[in-house]
């Protein structure tokens, strides 16, 4: 297996992803109240990107800030950090990005916002 791919389970391993996936049908729902009915294509990607980008931001940062006190705990201390798979470089990294991921779509969401609010007349053009 190339070294790549042997980092990127690390990272899954790192963030659960597979606790982010068995979130996903709890924002979906919560994405079917926003809209009052079925969310577009588009929506359902940024809703399902925000969730798998807050959850591995969260795991990250907790991972990393728990990480001497799992070294010292017999059930954690196998994880990535305290194990020396991940270093703590490489984990600020992938924090640094996720955020970086996220500032993105919250740019995204302040765009669409103000294309909605133009088109109802509510704000963003100039003064009559």
């Known amino acids: ?9 690390r990272f ?5 992803l597979e606790h982010t996936v068995f979130a996903l049908p709890f924002a ?3 994405a079917i109240l926003a809209v009052d009915g079925i969310p577009s294509l588009s929506q359902v990607v940024w809703v399902t990107l925000a969730m798998v980008g807050a959850r591995s931001l969260a795991m990250a940062l907790n991972r990393l800030i728990d990480a001497e ?10 994880r990535e950090i305290p194990a020396g798979l991940l270093t703590r470089g490489q984990v600020v990294a992938f924090f ?7 500032a ?9 916002d103000l294309s909605r609010a133009r088109r109802l007349g509510l704000g ?3 003064a009559g």
Do not use: E, H, Q
Not at 12 to 16: D, T
Not at 69 to 78: F, G, V
Not at 104 to 112: D, E, T, V, W
């Open 69 to 78: 006190i799992d070294a010292r705990n017999p059930r954690t201390k196998a």
């Open 12 to 16: 899954v391993s790192l963030v659960k």
């Open 96 to 102: 640094d990005r996720a955020r970086a991921y996220r």
């Open 28 to 30: 979906f729902v919560g």
């Open 124 to 126: 963003g053009g100039s």
């Open 1 to 9: 297996m190339s070294a790549t791919a042997v980092n990127a389970r």
């Open 104 to 112: 993105m779509g919250k740019l995204r969401r302040a765009r669409a």
